[in-house]
C-alpha cells in the first residue's frame, strides 16, 4: 500500500517532491509504462489541487492515442501539432496554457476545463507520448508545475526500456 502526499505542503515544489518520491517507490522495479502512467495519473488526480483531469496521450507512430487518466471520458485521438496535447508532442516541449479558450484549435473534453499543461514523454529522443492535467480554474498552473511534471516525465522515462 503506497501513502499519497497531501496538499499540507507550503510550495508547490515541495509538494511536488514527495510526488516524486513516491512515484520512485511505486515504480521502482517496474518498466510497464502503462502500469507506471496509470498509477501516475492516479497519484497527480488525487494529488494537485483543483485538477479535472490527469492521464497521458501515447505517440503511436502516427498520432497520441489516449492512454491511463482520471477524470471524465476523453478523446481517443489526437493528431500531432492539434491542441495543446499535439502541439506539446510536435514541439517535444512543454506547453503551459493559462487560458485554453485563448489556444488556437484548443480540444475541449471536457467543456469546465480553463487551463491546461502537457508536458512531452521523450526518450533517447523519441516521442513517447505527454502527459496531460487540466483545471476548471484559469491560470492554474505555474513554471513550478511544469518543473515537477517533467520531473516527473524524466522519472517515468528513466524506468521505460525500449
Given at each position: 500500500m503506497y501513502e499519497l502526499p497531501n496538499d499540507s505542503f507550503e510550495t508547490t515544489t515541495e509538494l511536488y517532491a514527495n510526488i516524486v518520491q513516491s512515484l520512485e517507490h511505486m515504480t521502482e522495479g517496474e518498466s510497464n509504462l502503462i502500469a507506471n502512467l496509470a498509477n501516475t495519473s492516479s497519484v497527480l488526480y488525487h494529488c494537485l489541487r483543483d485538477v479535472n483531469w490527469a492521464g497521458s496521450y501515447l505517440f503511436d507512430g502516427t498520432e497520441l492515442v489516449l492512454g491511463p487518466f482520471h477524470?471524465?471520458?476523453?478523446?481517443?485521438?489526437?493528431?500531432?501539432?492539434?491542441?495543446?496535447?499535439?502541439?506539446?508532442?510536435?514541439?517535444?516541449?512543454?506547453?503551459?496554457?493559462?487560458n485554453v479558450a485563448e489556444f488556437p484549435g484548443h480540444i475541449a473534453c471536457d467543456a469546465v476545463s480553463r487551463s491546461e499543461i502537457v508536458v512531452p514523454l521523450v526518450k533517447n529522443n523519441e516521442l513517447i507520448g505527454v502527459i496531460d492535467v487540466d483545471s476548471p480554474l484559469l491560470d492554474r498552473f505555474s513554471d513550478d508545475d511544469a518543473r515537477g511534471l517533467e520531473q516527473i516525465a524524466a522519472l517515468l522515462m528513466s524506468r521505460l526500456t525500449l
Open positions: 477524470g471524465k471520458p476523453a478523446c481517443i485521438r489526437i493528431a500531432m501539432g492539434r491542441g495543446v496535447c499535439g502541439w506539446a508532442a510536435a514541439e517535444q516541449r512543454t506547453v503551459l496554457v493559462p
